[in-house]
Structures are given as C-alpha cells and as structure tokens.
C-alpha cells in the first residue's frame, strides 16, 4: 500500500514568485492535512481538506492557499513568496467517515527555501 | 486555545536504558492524542494513536498513556537502542478537526 506523496521533495524559489505543492494521499483517504515546519515555530497546522471542502484553515495569511481534487489529491500554493516561507511542508492523509478518530500518516514532506 | 507541551525539550540517555517523554495539553476536550516519530528532515512516522475513550496502547517496546482529566500523556519506550534516536511529537486532535502539535523531544540514545 502507497504512503502519501508529496512532491517535489526539494524547491528554491525567489522572492515574490510563487509555488505550487502537491500531496497524494493513501488510497481511501479523503481527508488531507497541511503544516508548516520551522525551527522556531515547530510544527504549525496550515488547512485540512475533505471532500473537496476547506474544513478547517489555520491562522495564515492569505498567501497560504488550497485546494482538493476529486482523487483526493490535493495541491497547496503560496503566493509572493517571502523569506519567511522557508519551511518544510509537509502533508498528512486520514481514512474519511469516523472524522477526527483517525490516525493521520504524513508524507516526506517538501522543502522550499526562498533566496 | 489548546497549546501542547512537551518535557524535556532534549534527551540523553545509554542503550539500553527505558525512558519515559512527557506531553500535556490544557484543554481536555480532545478526540485522540497521536504520538509520533521524526528524523531529520524528514517527514512523520505515526508510532500510536490514543482515542479519547481509551488509557493506553502499546506496540512493540512503545507504550503509550493518555489521562485527559488530568491533561497528559506519556510515551515509554523500553530498551532503548541507538536506532530510537529521533524527535518524538505528541498531537491533540480538538473540537474542529484542529490538530495541535507540541515543539517535540530530541531523543539521543548512545551506543
């Protein structure tokens, strides 16, 4: 059985771009979940998507957005990129119906540096 | 607002030794708590999760407790080996499907 999917695992990326992440969830898993990792702030809960439906979205400028596909799959874009930004990203797939009593499994995760 | 803890921040013990990192939360209202297991950049690896309803699991040489009354949880990891060398997280999922993560304990196991 496939873990999740993230990629690309690596991206440097300029000031003022912007970026898109992907994350595949395992097969059967409708609900993903997106974090941001830092060494100061550990790590912080982004959004979560089920059903193609934004359930839950953490304390983030608007620059943080995204989005889930029908496959369950799920992209999340940062716009104008800022040095900040900088962070691995990682995502996290959950089986769907029993809502929050369920294991989440994270993928490798996505590091972006911002030069 | 729900904030997580862990304690201690660091860890250091020799192989072999049983260990026990700490977390606690301070809002009881919680669906599970999940304890998980990091290597440097990399991403998560779930070790156990705990239901609100229940007190403990254990796989392997991990035990997991979980008092909600008293907003803590504890991951005991018997035998230790340099293998176990890794940051362990604890997370509470609440009210909203929010899930809270604590800043983690580097664990350093020496051979």
């Known amino acids: 059985k496939a873990g999740v999917t993230q990629t690309p695992r690596y991206l440097i990326k300029t000031r003022g771009q912007q970026v898109t992440l992907s994350c595949s969830p395992i097969s059967g898993h409708r609900s993903v979940s997106w974090y941001q990792q830092t060494p100061g702030q550990g790590l912080q809960f982004l959004f979560e998507?089920?059903?193609?439906?934004?359930?839950n979205k953490g304390n983030f400028p608007g620059r943080f957005s995204g989005r889930q596909f029908s496959n369950s799959r799920s992209e999340m874009n940062v716009s104008t990129l800022e040095l900040g930004d900088s962070a691995l990203y990682l995502c996290a797939s959950s089986l769907p119906l029993t809502g929050p009593n369920t294991e989440a499994f994270f993928g490798q995760g996505t590091r972006l540096t911002v030069v | 607002k729900q904030e997580v803890t862990q304690i201690p921040a660091a860890l250091s013990v020799p192989e072999g030794e049983n260990l026990v990192l700490n977390c606690s939360f301070t809002d009881s209202a919680i669906y599970n708590l999940q304890w998980f297991r990091q290597d440097p950049g990399k991403g998560l690896t779930s070790l156990l999760l705990i239901q609100s309803s229940q007190r403990e699991q254990t796989s392997g040489r991990l035990n997991a407790s979980l008092d909600k009354s008293s907003g803590r949880s504890t991951l005991y990891i018997a035998a230790s080996q340099p293998g176990d060398s890794a940051t362990y997280l604890c997370?509470?999922?609440?009210?909203?499907?929010?899930?809270?993560f604590g800043a983690g304990t580097r664990l350093f196991v020496k051979a």
């Open positions: 997370a509470v999922v609440t009210g909203g499907f929010k899930t809270i």
């Open positions: 998507y089920f059903s193609e439906t934004q359930r």
